[in-house]
């Protein structure tokens, strides 16, 4: 019914993902296969926050992590994009979501959005404070979205068998990290990359089949953070990587 759905009409609304670049353009060139109707329950701005937060979610979560209902998740930078749509996507499947942000905003946003229990990552022992909210046994499944300051932590706060997913590209991680590997072994633990492209054909229709049907159901809601003319490409570019306290998708209107 998928492969049926792909077929696009002109004038139809749609999304898609150009794993080439070109995102910036005006008019663009893509597989049939990469592109999606776009539900008139979002705007055109929520439809270009959707591919590469919400299908690398969906990688990290269900088809890399394997993640169940039930299970306990932590997510580092739940303010951000792919955060927030990993916090979407979990809590459609049943599982318990600890979310962190930077600022009292961002905190503000994930508790909204349905997370058990949030934490500022700036402060002191916030990790320690999270594990005491779910109980003391630790994370079933962590999404890590800046590695280099916060894997090693990470791994003290695991449970048995946890799977700790780091995404990339840059954001996900900016450099190198010590880790302490007895934290792996004691829990017989896993670090898992993530990369979207890694996705093959039938992993990218299985995660588009779901998104698609959570935008209809209206648990997939992305959160657009700013929009910015195209002469703001560099601004923007400069905002992704140091603002402090990231609320959602950051898009442009070309």
């Known amino acids: 019914m998928l492969h049926r759905s792909l077929a696009r009409f002109e004038g139809d609304r749609v999304f898609t993902c150009l794993p080439d670049n070109g995102g910036y353009a005006e008019y663009v060139t893509c597989k049939k296969n990469y592109v999606f109707p776009l539900s008139e329950r979002l705007s055109f701005s929520q439809g270009a926050g959707l591919y590469v937060p919400y299908f690398t979610a969906y990688r990290a979560l269900v088809i890399k992590c394997r993640i169940k209902p039930g299970e306990v998740l932590l997510i580092h930078g739940a303010s951000g994009a792919v955060g927030i749509a990993a916090l979407q996507l979990a809590k459609a499947c049943g599982v318990s979501v600890v979310g962190t942000a930077g600022t009292l905003e961002g905190m503000e946003l994930v508790k909204s959005l349905g997370a058990d229990f949030v934490f500022n990552h700036k402060e002191k022992g916030y990790l320690n404070n999270a594990v005491a909210a779910i109980g003391g046994q630790g994370f079933n499944v962590v999404l890590e979205n800046l590695a280099n300051i916060n894997l090693g932590a990470d791994l003290t706060v695991l449970n048995q068998q946890a799977r700790v997913a780091v ?73 992704i990587i140091h603002n402090k306290g990231a609320r959602g998708k950051l898009v442009f209107k070309v």
Request: charged content about 25%; proline content about 4%.
């Open 167 to 239: 995404r990339i590209p840059v954001v996900g991680s900016r450099g190198s990290v010590e880790v302490n590997p007895r934290s792996l072994m004691l829990t017989e633990s896993t670090i898992i990359g993530v990369k979207l492209m890694g996705n093959t054909e039938e992993e990218h229709l299985e995660a588009a089949g779901v998104i698609l049907k959570g935008i209809e159901d209206g648990w997939v809601k992305p959160i657009i953070a700013r929009e910015y003319a195209l002469e703001e490409a560099s601004q923007a570019h400069h905002d």
